[in-house]
């Protein structure tokens, strides 16, 4: 089966289209990556969700256009990933969306919502499309992230030690594939959030981001704005556990930074982007990680990734690349997969890594322009993902 995934992550900045091969072989399902076509988002777009997302406040009619913007922007790319990926032969997209507002009271998730309405993608493709993946985990008790967990569990499943899969998006999340109490994953913190947000309100929108860690390589570390952001209580709360941008935005920053005193720009990301190191080592040693396998964004910012070998503590640390993965669209890719399951009736959780009462196969499905026909469903779900290059 040919699928593409689609993903958008947390910084909400542009839409990642991977393609890929799925084909069942034992009970491996080998995965043979087809490319990757990515998409920014309109400047008056990003500005709009970037004006929408908490803490600011919103309407019901933004939404509805927010959501209608997004399936267009998700479409569009679709379309595209369709025809110089696919030859025009994709059998199924998934879709992340874009999440917009993660409810979590008291380590407990109460609901999640993502826009971008899967019509305008089986519109424009004439694909039956996945989407809405994660509300059935918290309908099961889960937290409904990290999602990807399954298909880190399968790819990583094997090797020695116990392997650590982490992203860096706009949050920072692991998942231990191995390990003797089984699979677990979390968000750990923030990974580019708090990195992103001081940037750009510290260069009054001139940039969107640290490029190459310049900024925070000019830096020096504040141990008092340090140990403030590091007094979170977020970070002591036992896995399974998520979290997002809800928290950990532009004022809780400004929070942290008063009675500081004033600071240099490049000392206030060179403080963030340490605290980021600091909570996925931190993270990465609670669960006695052997190797850990970095992809998202945060993996082309070399000053992040060397700081993030110090607290590591001598602990591996390699990109997704090294394994078969572009660290780019790994994310996607892993979309791909739960696609894949779900349209074969399989499931697409690990109870031990959300938080559920059991394992769901995942999300809605939108027929494509030629109706809906189902695969037969699998009798048994894979136990490892293999990557064949194409």
Not at 34 to 39: M, R, W
Not at 130 to 143: C, E, I, K, N, Y
Not at 146 to 172: F, H, K, Q, T, Y
Not at 258 to 266: S, V, Y
Request: with cysteine; aromatic share 4%.
């Amino acid at each position: 089966m040919r699928v593409i995934g689609l993903m958008s992550g947390t910084s909400y900045d542009a839409v990642d289209a991977a393609a890929a091969d799925l084909t069942l072989d034992g009970d491996s399902l080998v995965l043979t990556p087809l490319g990757l076509v990515s998409d920014t988002y309109s400047d008056a777009l990003r500005a709009a969700l970037a004006a929408a997302l908490p803490p600011a406040a919103t309407t019901m009619e933004e939404v509805c256009r927010l959501d209608t913007r997004v399936g267009q922007a998700f479409a569009s790319l679709a379309l595209r990933a369709a025809r110089e990926l696919c030859d025009d032969r994709a059998d199924l997209i998934t879709s992340h969306g874009q999440t917009v507002y993660h409810w979590t009271e008291n380590g407990r998730v109460h609901g999640t919502l993502q826009i971008g309405t899967p019509a305008w993608i089986a519109e424009a493709t004439g694909c039956p499309v996945v989407s809405d993946l994660r509300t059935r985990d918290v309908a099961a008790g889960g937290q409904g992230a990290p999602l990807v967990s399954i298909v880190d569990v399968l790819w990583l499943r094997g090797r020695p030690g116990v392997p650590v899969a982490l992203n860096l998006g706009g949050i920072a999340n692991i998942t231990a594939a191995g390990g003797t109490d089984g699979p677990v994953a979390f968000d750990t913190g923030p990974a580019n959030a708090l990195i992103d947000a001081a940037v750009r309100d510290l260069t009054q929108g001139g940039m969107d981001y640290d490029a190459q860690g310049a900024l925070a390589a000019r830096g020096r570390v504040d141990p008092t704005l340090l140990r403030r952001l590091l007094d979170e209580p977020y970070y002591a709360r036992p896995a399974p556990k998520t979290t997002g941008k809800e928290v950990f935005h532009l004022p809780y920053l400004r929070a942290a930074l008063a009675g500081c005193g004033p600071l240099p720009a490049e000392d206030i990301v060179a403080t963030v982007t340490r605290l980021t190191a600091v909570t996925v080592a931190d993270a990465a040693l609670s669960v006695g990680a052997t190797e850990v396998v970095a992809s998202g964004g945060g993996t082309r910012n070399p000053t992040l990734m060397a700081m993030l070998r110090t607290a590591l503590q001598g602990i591996p640390l390699r990109t997704s690349d090294e394994l078969g993965l572009p660290s780019a669209a790994k994310e996607a890719y892993a979309f791909a997969v739960l696609g894949y399951l779900t349209v074969h009736g399989l499931a697409g959780t690990v109870p031990t890594c959300t938080g559920a009462r059991h394992p769901s196969i995942l999300g809605s499905i939108t027929p494509g322009r030629h109706g809906l026909t189902l695969p037969v469903p699998g009798e048994n779900a894979p136990c490892r993902l293999e990557i064949f290059p194409r």
